[in-house]
């Protein structure tokens, strides 16, 4: 098969052919590529696959909840959806302006792999898994292995995200915080999701991860596990130490230093999860 410079398959199996010939670059929402080629042509050839109707959509299957890679984040943000996504709903109205929302998709936001990508920190609280395809077959992993760092990730060039998975959670409550210098418009300086999953008064399950802290998003396990076990009438104001959050290793930059990033982190942390527990 020959490929022109632009192609749009409607098919799944015509997209992963395309890809498997090593030449295309992927093209879905274009929020990314096109600004990073505003003042130089873009040289790879692309695949379009938004053309491609099932990696869109919404829909909950065998206790899990499926979402296609194509996805819009406005279609995330007004979709119909239990209160376990919340947090990745607010995070969905924080993802530029209206205008990226309505063309940006949740798989480009991953594969983008920005340490400050708004949707990976709400994400990694749903325990996330990626389905990746190629013509070789397909594969699941979790979002925390995807990542590798700044802008790199565990796709191999023949590969595309398909889906994101995203175990129910009945009893979760969820949050998203967003420090930045103006309320909208405007790349993080600290990110914070929280989710709690609260039984007959008690924390049966916690998640909490931080973004723009580090070179990848990254969550709190040994907050998690301290959490577990606590009652929803407990001080977590008195749980949480900045010895919680020493995985997270903030830079400087022109957005905040270190040391602010470090305690504004610490200050979301136990915002997030004080409306997680009292949602």
Same mark, same amino acid.
């Given at each position: ?6 192609? %749009? ?7 992963? !052919? ?13 929020? $990314? ?8 042509? +873009?040289?790879? *050839? @692309?695949?379009? &696959?938004?053309?491609? *109707?099932?990696?869109?959509? &919404?829909?909950? =299957? ?13 279609? +995330? /943000? ?5 209160? !376990? ?6 995070? *969905? ?5 209206? !205008?990226? !929302?309505?063309?940006? =998709? ?13 949707? +990976? ?19 699941? @992993?979790?979002?925390? *292995? ?11 060039? $023949? ?6 998975? &995203?175990?129910?959670?009945?009893? /979760? ?9 103006? %309320? ?30 580090? /070179?990848?998003?990254? %969550?709190?396990? /040994? ?14 104001? $008195?749980? &949480? ?6 995985v997270l290793t903030p830079i400087d930059d022109v957005r905040g230093s270190a040391a602010y990033r470090s305690d504004a982190a610490t200050t979301l942390v136990r915002r997030a999860l004080a409306e997680a527990m009292?949602?």
């Open positions: 098969m020959v490929y022109a410079d632009y192609v %749009r398959p409607t098919s799944l199996n015509d997209a992963l !052919q395309a890809l498997a010939s090593g030449s295309f670059k992927v093209l879905a929402g274009g929020t $990314d590529l096109y600004p990073a080629h505003s003042d130089k042509p +873009i040289s790879s *050839a @692309l695949l379009d &696959i938004t053309g491609v *109707a099932d990696l869109a959509g &919404i829909q909950h =299957t065998g206790g899990m909840w499926r979402i296609g890679a194509t996805t819009t984040w406005s279609a +995330i /943000a007004r979709a119909s959806l239990p209160a !376990q996504f919340h947090g990745l709903q607010v995070a *969905a109205r924080e993802v530029g302006g209206i !205008q990226i !929302q309505n063309t940006g =998709t949740i798989a480009g936001n991953l594969c983008n792999a920005s340490p400050a990508a708004d949707g +990976i920190p709400a994400l990694l609280a749903l325990d996330a898994e990626l389905e990746l395809a190629s013509v070789r077959g397909s594969r699941r @992993l979790t979002l925390e *292995a995807f990542l590798l760092g700044s802008r790199k990730t565990v796709l191999e060039p $023949d590969e595309l995200v398909t889906a994101v998975w &995203i175990p129910q959670r009945s009893n /979760a409550r969820t949050t998203f915080l967003k420090l930045g210098h103006r %309320r909208y418009l405007v790349i993080s300086i600290v990110m914070v999701s929280a989710l709690l999953e609260v039984e007959h008064g008690s924390i049966r399950h916690a998640a909490v991860a931080v973004g723009s802290c580090s /070179a990848v998003a990254r %969550r709190l396990h /040994a907050l998690e596990q301290k959490l577990v076990g606590q009652t929803t009438d407990c001080a977590l104001d $008195d749980l &949480i130490t900045t010895d919680d959050l020493t009292h949602e």
